[in-house]
């Protein structure tokens, strides 16, 4: 099944003219609407849409104050060291959950790698956290402690729990848990929050917040080393570091192959099982090694968006 185009691009006007349409080649396939089936097999579809170095850097980094405390704070530190390299230790350690990360003030892009050693197990405290607790609810003249009255690795527990503070702000955010673990005995001692203390009510950023116990379990404690590669100093730069790592490049492309290409960009192409020849071979090519598919394809000199179904 291929699909017409309804209008001929400016992009593809300018192209040169004259490649064989995938529909002759294709014999028994007929165009139709994309919204139409395939009866009895099944439809691939190929999308092809703009990709703007801005685009590019949304999808693929983010920028480093967007990320949660317990990455953002040994990535930051890592950048500002010589080697590029940091190592915090605790139960909530960094987990960028992204390959890149953008800090100013370039922009410049960097790599990440993160590689985790020397675990212990030791006791963890989990609690339950409630956000903006009715005043009712609160104990009259009974302890409500400001934030910043606890020992400082309570709060990176909390920090390091809530990922970003913004959020007890948020009016969908009701509830957290968060788990207070050390390994060294004297920071456990410390702790306002063994079961046991009376420190259950705290105020946070102007937020009154409820701590309940929850249970007491076996946690992991362990370092983690960050370390950081600057690859690209502009968006640009950085679409193309991200092209040439995991995306494909579309030249020399027979003409029958380029009308695919064409109708991609134009608005989506789609077929029915079993594909033509142009439309199998340009599958095989945009999937990568597990069968993956390149998620940016680079075609007359400029950046796609790839959607391969």
């Given at each position: 099944?291929?699909?017409?185009?309804?209008?001929i691009?400016?992009?593809?006007?300018l192209?040169a003219?004259?490649?064989?349409?995938?529909?002759?080649?294709?014999?028994?396939?007929?165009?139709?609407?994309?919204?139409?089936?395939?009866?009895?097999?099944?439809?691939?579809?190929?999308?092809?849409?703009?990709?703007?170095?801005?685009g590019?850097?949304?999808?693929?980094?983010?920028?480093?104050?967007?990320?949660?405390?317990a990455?953002?704070?040994?990535?930051?530190?890592?950048?500002?060291?010589?080697?590029?390299?940091?190592?915090?230790?605790?139960?909530?350690?960094?987990?960028?959950?992204?390959?890149?990360?953008?800090?100013?003030?370039?922009?410049?892009?960097?790599?990440?790698?993160?590689?985790?050693?020397?675990?212990i197990?030791?006791?963890?405290?989990?609690?339950?956290?409630?956000?903006?607790?009715?005043?009712?609810?609160?104990?009259?003249?009974?302890?409500?402690?400001?934030v910043a009255?606890?020992?400082?690795?309570?709060?990176?527990?909390?920090?390091?729990?809530?990922?970003?503070?913004?959020?007890?702000h948020?009016?969908?955010?009701?509830?957290?848990?968060?788990?207070?673990?050390?390994?060294?005995?004297?920071?456990?001692?410390?702790?306002?929050?063994?079961?046991?203390r009376?420190?259950?009510?705290?105020?946070?950023?102007?937020?009154p917040?409820?701590?309940?116990?929850?249970?007491?379990?076996?946690?992991?404690?362990?370092?983690?080393?960050v370390?950081?590669?600057?690859?690209?100093?502009?968006?640009?730069?950085?679409?193309?570091?991200?092209?040439?790592?995991?995306?494909?490049?579309?030249?020399?492309?027979?003409?029958?192959?380029?009308?695919?290409?064409?109708?991609?960009?134009?608005?989506?192409?789609?077929?029915?099982?079993?594909?033509?020849e142009?439309?199998?071979?340009?599958?095989?090519?945009?999937?990568?090694d597990g069968d993956?598919v390149?998620?940016?394809?680079?075609?007359?000199?400029?950046?796609?968006?790839?959607?391969?179904?």
């Amino acid at each position: 099944m291929n699909r017409p185009p309804t209008e001929i691009s400016r992009r593809r006007a300018l192209r040169a003219i004259g490649g064989v349409g995938v529909a002759a080649l294709s014999g028994c396939l007929s165009p139709v609407s994309r919204s139409d089936r395939c009866p009895g097999s099944a439809e691939g579809t190929l999308d092809l849409n703009d990709a703007t170095a801005t685009g590019v850097s949304n999808e693929f980094s983010r920028p480093l104050d967007m990320l949660p405390h317990a990455t953002r704070v040994p990535v930051a530190n890592a950048l500002e060291t010589e080697t590029g390299e940091a190592t915090a230790r605790g139960y909530y350690r960094p987990d960028p959950r992204t390959e890149f990360v953008v800090a100013g003030p370039g922009p410049d892009y960097y790599r990440l790698r993160v590689t985790e050693h020397d675990r212990i197990q030791t006791t963890g405290y989990e609690y339950a956290v409630e956000i903006d607790v009715d005043d009712s609810a609160l104990p009259e003249g009974g302890p409500v402690r400001s934030v910043a009255e606890v020992p400082a690795h309570d709060r990176e527990s909390l920090r390091g729990a809530i990922g970003n503070p913004g959020l007890l702000h948020a009016p969908h955010y009701t509830s957290f848990s968060v788990v207070f673990a050390y390994e060294d005995a004297d920071a456990r001692d410390r702790s306002a929050f063994i079961p046991g203390r009376d420190t259950r009510y705290l105020e946070w950023d102007g937020v009154p917040i409820r701590l309940t116990f929850a249970e007491r379990r076996p946690v992991e404690i362990a370092s983690a080393t960050v370390r950081t590669e600057r690859v690209a100093t502009s968006p640009n730069e950085f679409r193309d570091h991200v092209g040439e790592r995991r995306g494909v490049v579309l030249d020399s492309l027979p003409a029958d192959q380029r009308d695919v290409v064409d109708r991609a960009i134009d608005g989506g192409y789609a077929e029915c099982e079993p594909y033509s020849e142009p439309f199998g071979a340009l599958r095989e090519r945009l999937s990568t090694d597990g069968d993956e598919v390149a998620p940016l394809v680079r075609y007359d000199g400029d950046w796609y968006f790839c959607r391969l179904t």
